[in-house]
Nanobody
Framework: QVQLVESGGGLVQAGGSLRLACAVS????????MGWFRQAPGKERKFVSS????????YYAGSLRGRFTASRDNAKNTLYLQIDSLKPEDTAVYSC????????????????????WGQGTQVTVSS
């Protein structure tokens, strides 16, 4: 049984930073690419970023590039998402997901292709 558990969310003022973590158990994090998604209230789930199996290649949704940084520590089976200069519009539930084995993590991939999901962590940004 593969489990993904996110943590690190919270309430933060605009301009602040958060570091989200996604702990993976039940299988080794490597050699799979991983993704981050977010879902705001009443909105559909949206792609945030992806990272390849080694962590050397990342991809971001265009509007988020520059403020979001994905990384991973395969030895700890943990995925991270650093979010800087937070804005109220970043308020959402952030979820990590495990990608299929054929995904390189270097381009956009729709949510339906991801195989395992965490329950998400709430990020709320106040203005």
């Amino acid at each position: 049984q593969v489990q993904l558990v996110e943590s690190g969310g919270g309430l933060v003022q605009a301009g602040g930073s958060l570091r989200l973590a996604c702990a993976v158990s039940g299988r080794a994090l490597r050699p799979y690419a991983m993704g981050w998604f977010r879902q705001a209230p009443g909105k559909e789930r949206k792609f945030v970023s992806s990272i390849n199996y080694s962590g050397g290649r990342t991809y971001y949704a265009g509007s988020l590039r520059g403020r979001f940084t994905a990384s991973r520590d395969n030895a700890k089976n943990t995925l991270y998402l650093q979010i800087d200069s937070l804005k109220p519009e970043d308020t959402a539930v952030y979820s990590c997901a495990a990608a299929p084995s054929w995904y390189t993590g270097s381009y956009y991939l729709a949510p339906q292709y991801f195989t395992y999901w965490g329950q998400g962590t709430q990020v709320t940004v106040s203005s």
